[in-house]
């Protein structure tokens, strides 16, 4: 694996990393305040980031497009505001910062869509001209 699929994968490592550790956190401090923030970590960082691995690793027609590096780039910037937005307002902050967050990750995953539609239904390339 290389290319836009290993940088999702491994983003979505390290997002898994992050969440687990403030699961143990919350765990063994007996406060779940912050429990929706560590789900939308886990579930959007881990679970979805790791997921676009697999699919632009085992489509290389996608991954070629740039869609796919603008995918990455929603996905990040939106989960870099959405989960701290969701712990500011789950201790009582604005929720703006995770608004603005969710739905920088729709766009992503409409980015994705595109990309999918495109590949689904789009012209046909000859797989020599792809890069591995
Ligand atoms: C070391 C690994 C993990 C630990 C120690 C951990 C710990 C916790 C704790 C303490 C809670 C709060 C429970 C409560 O409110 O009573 C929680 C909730 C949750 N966790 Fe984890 N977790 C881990 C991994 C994961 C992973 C990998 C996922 C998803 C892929 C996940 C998804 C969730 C969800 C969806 C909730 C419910 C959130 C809510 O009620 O708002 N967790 N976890």
Redesign the pocket.
Known sequence: MKGIGLLFFASGAVY?MG??AL??W??TAHD?TL??A??HL??LG??TMALMGVFYHVTPSAAARFLSRLHFGLATVGLWLMVPGIAFSATGGNPGMAIVGSLLTAAAMLTFLVNLALTAFGPVRSARALPC
């Open positions: 898994g969440g687990m699961g143990i919350m765990g779940f429990a929706p560590h789900a886990n579930l881990f679970v």
